[in-house]
């Protein structure tokens, strides 16, 4: 019996960390970087820009036109939200045939074209036909509205992500209003018991290929990305000095040490293996761009001292695991005293 209780131990003692963990849920705030299906299903069905689909299905970035095809699926969110094991944020708006709809059990609020702060065309009152792009507060605000309709109160457990300002310093935008303004969003959410935040870092936006051509245009995008993560850095102390956890991710450092291409996007290219390269466009990376994202925030989200609760799928496979593993020294058992 000894042995077999600290088999049993030895079994389910992984899991005791994710029991401790207050980390089961994502919900999502941001642009087309981390909007996987928003833009495309109020769409219709098909993300677009400016006409050109050449993109995946639901959001920018690798399209189904190249050769090999990408063997990467996702954007960074949803393949964060898999290697956490944790359900992937699903997006807010829904489809009833080509009508959007609201999807009151999605968590991701990021929808392409979004700057951070409020959209004075904005109403939560003619959200789905208006056609109007919800920023980083009309966001926060949908996601209060959707608690009211389930008659849910926030997520204490849940993680809360943030990564937007790029389409701020593209509109000439102040850059640090765009940080103050998502330090804002997290404080609204703090005062509705959020606890744990993931906010990422502006890549050098002078270094994009829309750009890099233009010496010019290349030189203020890089100064505003960096006023940006300058404010930044401030506004995370100081949500930190409130107890929050935020936990934050470099994209910028990252992207100036990756050996993908970065200088030419993939899209609209025959023969050109999109896995190889930082960028689908102009702007948007590509979905293994994406992946070392992804992982980037892995590490930090670890760093920060948390753990993810399965969802009930790999709890459902690990009780099985266990009634296996009973049912083979059950029958070992059997064998022996025949």
């Known amino acids: 019996m000894r042995v077999l209780a600290v088999a049993g131990l030895l079994l389910f003692s992984p899991l005791y960390p994710a029991l401790a ?55 960074w969110i949803d393949q964060f939200a898999s290697k956490l094991g944790l359900a992937d944020p699903k997006p807010f708006v829904g489809l009833a045939g080509t009508t959007p709809v609201p999807n009151y059990s999605g968590t991701n609020f990021a929808v392409a074209s979004a700057l951070t702060g409020s959209n004075p065309n904005f109403s939560l009152s ?47 935008h102040n850059p640090v209003t765009a940080a103050d303004n998502i330090m804002d969003n997290i404080e609204t959410l703090k005062g509705e018991g959020a606890k744990y935040f993931l906010w990422i870092n502006m890549p050098d936006l002078g270094k994009i290929p829309l750009v890099a051509g233009d010496p010019l245009l290349s030189a203020a995008a890089t100064l505003a990305s960096d006023a940006y993560n300058a404010a930044y850095a401030v506004d995370v102390l100081a949500l930190r000095a409130q107890g929050l956890v935020v936990i934050t991710v470099d994209v910028n450092t990252l992207f100036s ?19 190889l390269y930082a960028f689908w466009d102009g702007e948007h990376p590509t979905t293994a761009a994406d992946s070392l994202i992804a992982d980037l925030a892995v590490t930090d989200f670890k760093a920060a001292g948390l753990t993810a609760v399965p969802e009930p799928g790999t709890w459902g496979l690990a009780v099985l695991g266990f009634c296996l593993f009973a049912a083979a020294i059950a029958a070992h058992r059997k064998r022996r005293n025949a």
């Open 21 to 75: 963990s207050s980390i089961d849920q994502i919900v999502t705030f941001g642009d087309s970087l981390s909007d996987n299906g928003n833009a495309a299903n109020a769409l219709g069905g098909q993300f677009s820009i400016s006409g050109n689909s050449n993109y995946a299905k639901n959001a920018a970035t690798d399209g189904p036109n190249t050769t090999p095809a990408t063997a990467i699926q996702g954007l």
């Open 126 to 172: 003619t959200a789905f036909t208006s056609g109007e792009v919800p920023y980083t507060s009309d966001q926060v605000g949908i996601y209060n509205a959707f608690n009211l309709n389930n008659r849910t109160a926030l997520n204490p457990d849940a993680l809360f992500t943030f990564w937007a300002g790029g389409n701020d310093i593209v509109h000439g």
């Open 257 to 275: 040490q990756i050996t993908l291409n970065t200088t030419t996007p993939a899209q609209g290219h025959a023969g050109l293996n999109p896995d």
